[in-house]
């Protein structure tokens, strides 16, 4: 089953916004609600923090945003942080009952 | 503490067997679904496994489908992964993660909380 496409790299500066792509098919972001973002910083376990396109975990700040159009979601980062440099990957319910990852995006705060 | 242990792991030589457990720690693992995820070495996340909370049915990615089973001992509060006939390119980091809601008969496919991981290594 092929991977959702991500840059494989994105970066900026503390105080920048970005935003990383995740790109499906009408089979998986394009049809369902149910894209999900992960953040997972080196020789950790990832983390939640966007479910259903656009909701947050609580304690998730509110520098991190998702949205969806057609079959890309998005993932923004407002306000970076030297913390918030990890890999992030997004992933999204797929039908037959499978899940599909993107295939992650270093973020680097320069 | 709200977490999932997953203790064992290791090495297994190609063609081997392995269980993996993940064990769930103040919360019912009863009322969750569940799904396994691998990380192969310096690679992305791979969805592998998910069973639903009334276990209706068992869901496997097409690499692993037929060679791994995903159960569960709600009287352990324990998740496992059963890897049969195993692959060198079965080796990574093994993390077993719980649905976002409870409930969810067909699954929310949002994974809210996760164990460190377990490293399975197949030589070549």
């Known amino acids: 089953q092929s991977a959702l496409t991500q840059p494989p790299s994105v970066s900026g500066s503390p105080g920048q916004s970005v935003t990383i792509s995740c790109t499906g098919t009408?089979?998986?972001?394009?049809?369902?609600?149910?894209v999900s973002w992960y953040q997972q910083p080196p020789g950790t376990a990832p983390k939640l923090i966007i479910y259903?396109?656009?909701s947050r975990p609580s304690g998730v700040p509110d520098r991190f945003s998702g949205s969806k159009s057609g079959n890309t979601a998005s993932l923004t980062i407002s306000g970076l942080q030297a913390e918030d440099e990890a890999d992030f990957y997004c992933?999204?319910?797929?039908?037959?009952?499978?899940?599909?990852f993107g295939g992650g995006t270093k973020l680097t705060v320069l | 503490q709200v977490q999932l242990v997953e203790p064992g792991g290791g090495v297994v030589q190609p063609g081997g067997s392995l269980r993996l457990s993940c064990v769930a720690s103040?919360?019912?693992?009863?009322?969750?679904?569940m799904y396994w995820v691998r990380q192969a070495p310096g690679k992305g996340l791979e969805w592998v496994a998910f069973?639903?909370?009334?276990?209706?049915?068992?869901y496997y990615a097409q690499s692993v489908k037929g060679r791994f089973s995903i159960s569960r001992d709600i009287s352990k509060n324990t998740l496992y992964l059963q890897v049969n006939s195993v692959r060198p390119e079965d080796t990574a980091e093994y993390f077993c993660?719980?649905?976002?809601?409870?409930?969810?008969?067909?699954?929310?496919?949002?994974?809210?909380?996760w164990g460190r991981g377990t490293r399975v290594t197949v030589p070549s």
């Open positions: 103040e919360f019912n693992l009863k009322i969750f679904g």
């Open positions: 993660a719980k649905d976002i809601r409870p409930y969810g008969g067909n699954g929310y496919w949002s994974l809210d909380l």
């Open positions: 069973i639903p909370y009334d276990e209706s049915n068992q």
């Open positions: 009408s089979s998986d972001v394009g049809t369902y609600n149910r």
């Open positions: 259903d396109v656009t």
């Open positions: 992933s999204s319910y797929r039908s037959g009952n499978t899940l599909v």
